[in-house]
């Protein structure tokens, strides 16, 4: 089974992003002014650049919904726009959220606000506003989305391009499948006739249903990262979400990320490669595979780095990899490469 097979093709979806691009040309002059980034956009803002980034849960509220349980799929939204601000530097301050409902149900939404509650104390932003939406002849259940601001001084930008041959990824380990490739992880439940209340096949999560696992919320980079910014001149930063380790040349497109070792794929991995026959092809350039968040730095950096993740986050960290001439991604484990 692949992404594609379900219904979302990656390459139509770049070409699609390509195309809306190319219409918007209009660029702000002087303050506020566009400074470029890759998972978040800057503007100017004096002495300081203004970060914006948006993002949403995607199909995975289909199993919130599935299981009547609503309270982590908060989290998620603001994880994955918190995490995205990170890669350029930034400081996350502020968010919006934006939910649109078929049936703006007062429980449901009561859930969800426990969860981007959670989420701001995680990443210690403030959620300033939003937006209700009453949609029912455009919305099938609900979609959830937000936006995060954040700062960064314009001499500690991080946009990838000091990034040289030599140099070390870090990476630190995801809570699970996060908020990426649920349409392809929904349907292989489905085709291999599980539902989300039926306990975790093969022993692999004793004691929890399909559902508990699928809906782990997303891990909040924020804390540990923020931390790093202080002690070590980090030379790039990537959120490993939709697309999975392919997010990697975003940061620079004349570099070779070689990812050399992993840290270990949780179950969940396993059981939908096992029950949807999915190759390593797809299953590294759909899913995190038990990576979320990968961070570059000069090879002299590396055990500074190491400690201040390891003092600072709950997840594991691991060196994966190094960066070579050349262009792309290389997984020579598993025979991978990407261009």
Request: aromatic share 8%; proline share 4%; hydrophobic share 40%.
């Amino acid at each position: 089974m692949t992404y594609a097979d379900t219904g979302v093709d990656i390459d139509q979806k770049e070409q699609a992003i390509k195309e809306l691009v190319s219409s918007i040309t209009t660029k702000r002059k002087g303050f506020g002014k566009p400074l470029g980034g890759h998972y978040a956009g800057l503007i100017d803002f004096g002495e300081y650049a203004l970060v914006l980034c948006t993002d949403g849960v995607g199909t995975k509220v289909k199993i919130a919904s599935a299981l009547k349980k609503w309270d982590t799929v908060g989290i998620d939204c603001i994880a994955m726009n918190v995490n995205d601000a990170l890669c350029v530097g930034a400081e996350p301050l502020a968010f919006v959220d934006y939910l649109a409902m078929d049936d703006p149900n007062p429980k449901i939404a009561k859930e969800i606000g426990k969860g981007l509650e959670a989420g701001a104390k995680l990443s210690n932003v403030s959620i300033v506003g939003g937006e209700t939406a009453d949609l029912p002849e455009l919305i099938n259940g609900f979609d959830l989305a937000g936006t995060c601001l954040a700062y960064v001084k314009k001499d500690r930008i991080i946009l990838g391009d000091k990034i040289q041959p030599g140099d070390v990824i870090i990476g630190l380990s995801s809570s699970g499948i996060h908020s990426n490739g649920y349409t392809l992880a929904r349907k292989v439940v489905e085709k291999a006739g599980f539902s989300y209340d039926d306990k975790f096949p093969d022993e692999l999560y004793p004691g929890k249903s399909i559902g508990e696992v699928m809906l782990a919320p997303t891990r909040i980079y924020v804390k540990e990262i923020i931390e790093l910014f202080k002690k070590v001149d980090v030379r790039g930063l990537a959120h490993i979400t939709g697309s999975g380790l392919w997010n990697l040349p975003r940061l620079k497109e004349s570099a070779k990320f070689v990812v050399e070792d992993f840290l270990e794929p949780q179950p969940i991995f396993t059981f939908l490669q096992k029950y949807g026959n999915i190759d390593d092809r797809e299953m590294y350039q759909t899913f995190n595979m038990g990576m979320g968040f990968a961070v570059v730095v000069a090879e002299k950096d590396v055990n500074e780095t190491v400690k201040i993740l390891k003092k600072y986050s709950d997840a594991k960290v691991k060196v994966v990899g190094a960066i070579k001439k050349g262009r792309g991604v290389e997984v020579p484990k598993l025979g991978l490469t990407y261009c």
